[in-house]
């Protein structure tokens, strides 16, 4: 993929893609080397365990998140943080109504193919 996002993008006006039950997700930015996404959880939405070959951080920006990384897990709220390595199993419970913040590197260009980006 060699193709990049516009400079200055609105929220009101990207895509949201239902990405599992419960959730659903913005690409916010991107190039072939980052992309950023907004995800939308419902209380109970589950990120299924899986991993991927991208390094990953995200950010939660409201709501509580149980969150499992390489057979850890912790209650993360508001303003936490963490950092997945590549080829690392993690995974996320939604425990109240949430957004999280999530950028990856390289991009994630499965997410393009998957659906309406």
Same mark, same amino acid.
């Given at each position: 993929?060699?193709?990049?996002? #516009?400079?200055? *993008? ?20 991107? !190039? =072939?080397?980052? *992309? ?5 959880? !419902? ?26 990384? !390489?057979?850890?897990?912790?209650? *993360?709220?508001?303003? =936490? ?14 425990? #109240?109504?949430?957004? *999280?913040? =999530? ?6 260009? !499965? ?7």
């Amino acid at each position: 993929m060699s193709s990049a996002s #516009e400079a200055f *993008l609105s929220g009101s006006e990207i895509a949201k893609e239902k990405v599992a039950e419960g959730m659903v997700r913005q690409i916010m930015g991107h !190039d =072939d080397s980052i *992309l950023m996404a907004r995800v939308e959880f !419902d209380k109970g939405a589950v990120g299924e365990i899986h991993a991927h070959p991208h390094a990953q951080v995200a950010y939660v920006a409201s709501g509580k998140f149980e969150v499992f990384i !390489d057979g850890k897990k912790k209650i *993360l709220g508001p303003g =936490d943080g963490f950092y997945i390595e590549p080829n690392t199993d993690h995974g996320a419970v939604c425990l #109240e109504p949430g957004v *999280l913040i =999530d950028v990856f590197s390289p991009t994630r260009e !499965d997410f393009f193919e998957a659906g309406g980006y």
